[in-house]
Every structure is written in C-alpha cells, then in structure tokens.
C-alpha cells in the first residue's frame, strides 16, 4: 500500500476543504452584519415599557389606515411615512414586542444596505465590514428597540445612497428611476433622513465628470424638488411645535455625535483613516464621488441639525444617531485598509470590546419612564373620590397605553389627587402644583417609577 494511501487526509484533499470553507465563509460574510442586527434587535423586546414618545407613535397609529395618514400629513408629517408603516402592525397588535418589530425590521434592512453601498464604494470585505459595524453600534440598537422614525429614516438614507451607487455605475434609465424614487421619500421617514440626498447631491457635483449628467441630473432634479415640498411641510409644522424642545445646546450635539460613532473611539479613529484611505485611492481607480458620498452621509446630518437648530426646535441627541451610517461605511474601509494583519485584527478586536461593553451598559441601565410601574401604582392609590392627573399632556398616552381603565382629568379634583410627571424629577413638584391649587391639597407621598417619572399623591389636609 502506497504512502498516499495511508494517509488519512492527502495535501491535496485538504487543500480543497480549506478552500471550499474559505469560499463559504466569503460567501456568509455579507450575512453577518444582518444577523447582528436581528439578534441584538429582537432580543427581549419587551423588556423595556413604551416612553412618551414610542406611546405617542402607536396612539397616532390606531384607526383606519386613511385617517392615519391624513392625520399624520397634517398634524405631523415628519412622521407621516412611519406612521403609515406602524398602522398595519397596530391594527394586528399593539404589544410592546409587535409596535417595535418595524424598527428591527429597518436595522436589519440598513445594515443590508450598508454592505451593498460599501461593497460599491470600496469592495464587498469593506461592505460586509461596514454592516457589522453599523449591527453592533449601541446607537443603531437603540434606535432598533425603539418605536420611532429613527430607525426607517437609517435605513432609507444607507438605500437611497445604495441605489445612487448603483445608478452611478450601471448608468440606466431604470437605475435613476429607482433611485429617484427612493430619494424622493426620504423626509416622509424622517426630516434628517434628506441629508442623504444633500451628501448625494455632494456626490454628483464632484463626480459630475464621471456621472452621466442626461440621466442624473433629472432623477436629482425630481428628487430635490420632492424632498423640497415634504421638508416645508415638515418646517412649517415644527415651527410652532409645543413638545418641549429647547434650544439648540453644544452637549446635545456632543450627545448626538456619540451615539452615532456608538460611543466608540476606535470607530471614530477607523472612520477618519478610511475617508484618507478613501480619498487616496480616489486616484486610482475609485472615483471622487465616493468619497463626497460617504463623507456627505457622516457630514450632513449634523449640517442639517445646526442649520435647522438656528430657529427650529430640533433633538439633536436621537437625530444625530444616524450618521451612525456614515462612520460604519468610512470605519469598515478604515478596518479593510489596514495591510498589517495583527493590527487589522487588532483594530477590530477594540470595536468589538467597546461596542459589548457599550450593549451590557445599556442592559443593565435603569430604565427612565416605567410607566409599567406608574400605572401600578396609581391602581393601588386610586379610590372613587381621587382623580389622576398627567403631566405634560403629552404623556397621558404613555399612561393609557397601561392603565386604559383610568379615567384621567386635567386638573385636580375629590379628597386626592394622584399626579403622575414625566421629565426632571426636581421640578415635578413645582409641576403639579400648577394642576392641584395648593394649599387646598398638601404633598403627602412622592415615589419614582424610572429616573425621570414621578407619582405623587396630594390629599386635602
């Protein structure tokens, strides 16, 4: 018997599984970004009750499909393209676990996104590091456990912008009708969603060399002018917006910026080097739109904050996290671009170790409004002579979404009153105090259900 046969795993067959696992592997590596984001989004969904501003979103839900979305172009269209989406998901359940799935859904979809743009931009291990990336950012988690526009506006913005690459390339009719279409609807998922198209815009100035203007230019044109009407409407609406907004603040900006870098420095130092690295390879075979696209999608949501900032009330903390897009494509080219092997691994390693650290923060973090435990409680204070008051209005829906068996009233009536105040528990007794006419009632009981919401019980004395 031959010594070829004896041995049990020959060179050449082992070669060939080596590959055939390698070629598998590359090919479940555009996955792995989409498969995070599904995991760290579904996972205990429910844990966390809705805030003020997820109850509000399912309360403008509920009714028929028509009167949603009259509602909400009228009364709110910035929120008009979500509200549209969340209507079906109401109208099947309104649980905690079910009004939070489209926002799952858009993190899945924007990290998709995410590799198909950046495989454009810098080659498919650049994309598939790009969505892992933007998957494990504490800020895009977030934004995927939460009922609200934030998510879907992410998710547009990285499509559109995949859809733009796209055309750029294939150069087509059908491509630029795509992508006008995708583009035109950006402010109907969210008003910062059209910094997209305004880092597109950067993109087909730049590379208008290289871009077939015929094509490009009307598909632009269309989407602008699109975008122009639904984002007046948007101003118009927020200009007298009485929620509670304040001026604009540099530690809110600050705030905002972290949550899309995810708290991360090595995300940050990975973003800045790709654009280099990007930006030197513009003149090789990558184009100088590339790089006007992805630094557009870091760039100019925080443009768009400052400008609207000026004389609009604006939350530059939530608006701010999805230039988490941008950094995740700049950090996956920054991460690919790294010749050395032990510092590349290394470079990834520190990404990893800040964004688990940043999730098991999160976890453990006291949650702010636990309206689960407020409504509890106004159950075992409530008596036939007592009235509930909530404070801002805004809220109440928060509460009802809880307690739908608690009649509520505006202002204090019977021998006790319980009133229930979300934002700044020091100022929650100055509060209630507008809505019970001390010294008819006296503050007998103040407990906390979250770090920002408090239960009070005022009795006559």
């Known amino acids: 018997m031959s010594a070829q046969a004896d041995t049990p795993f020959p060179p050449g067959r082992l070669v060939a599984r080596l590959g ?37 979103a399912v309360a403008a839900a509920r009714g028929s499909f028509s009167d949603v979305v009259e509602g909400a172009l009228s009364d ?13 998901v109401v109208a099947w359940s309104d649980a905690e676990f079910a009004v939070r799935i ?27 590091a790009a969505s892992i990336v933007l998957a494990s950012s504490i800020g895009v988690v977030s934004l995927s456990r939460t009922a609200g526009p934030l998510a879907l506006a ?26 006008a279409v995708t583009a035109a609807v950006l402010p109907l998922t969210h008003p910062i969603a059209a910094a997209a198209l305004a880092a597109q815009l950067a993109a087909l100035a730049i590379g208008r060399r290289e871009i077939d203007l015929r094509l490009a230019a009307p ?41 899309g870098l995810g708290w991360s420095p090595a995300v940050a130092a990975l973003a800045a080097w790709g654009l280099v690295e990007l930006h030197r390879r513009s003149g090789e075979r990558f184009g100088d ?15 768009a904050v400052l400008v609207a900032g000026v004389a609009l009330p604006v939350y530059p903390r939530e608006a701010l996290t999805v230039t988490a897009g941008g950094v995740a494509l700049a950090a996956g080219i920054g991460v690919t671009a790294i010749s050395d092997r032990a510092l590349r691994l290394a470079a990834a390693g520190a990404v990893a170790a800040v964004a688990i650290a940043a999730a098991v923060t999160a976890a453990l973090q006291e949650t702010q409004e636990d309206w689960r435990a407020a409504a509890r409680i106004v159950r075992a204070q409530a008596t036939p002579r007592s009235s509930v008051v ?8 928060a509460f009802e979404y809880y307690a739908p068996d608690v009649a509520l009233r505006l202002v204090g009536r019977g021998d006790a009153v319980t009133v229930v105040v979300a934002g700044d528990p020091s100022l929650a007794a100055s509060a209630a105090r507008r809505v019970v006419s001390p010294p008819r009632y006296a503050l007998l009981e103040s407990r906390t259900a979250g770090t920002r919401l408090v239960v009070q019980r005022w009795v006559r004395p």
Not at 22 to 31: D, K
Not at 79 to 88: N, Q, S, T
Not at 250 to 256: H, K, N, S
Not at 390 to 397: F, N
């Open 20 to 56: 055939r696992a390698l070629a598998s592997s590359e090919r479940a590596l555009p996955l792995v970004g989409p498969a995070i984001a599904l995991a760290l989004g579904a996972l205990a969904l429910d844990r966390w009750p809705l805030d003020t501003e997820e109850a509000g």
């Open 289 to 303: 739109w590339r790089v006007a696209l992805v630094g557009g999608l870091v760039v100019m949501p925080l443009v």
């Open 154 to 179: 992410l998710a547009a913005m990285l499509l559109s912008s995949a859809f733009f690459a796209r055309a750029v390339e294939r150069g087509n009719v059908i491509w630029w009708a795509v992508y």
């Open 102 to 128: 489209p926002s799952v859904v858009a993190a899945v979809l924007a990290a998709v996104a995410a590799y198909r743009l950046g495989r454009r931009v810098a080659g498919p291990r650049a994309g598939a």
């Open 76 to 88: 709110d269209p910035a929120r008009a393209g979500y509200l549209a989406l969340l209507r079906p």
């Open 390 to 397: 909530v404070l801002p209005p805004l809220s109440r829906p």
């Open 219 to 259: 598909a632009v044109g269309i989407a602008t002018l699109e975008c122009s009407l639904f984002l007046t409407a948007a101003i118009v609406d927020r200009a007298d917006a009485a929620d509670g907004a304040g001026p604009l603040g540099l530690d809110d900006v600050g705030v905002g910026i972290g949550r």
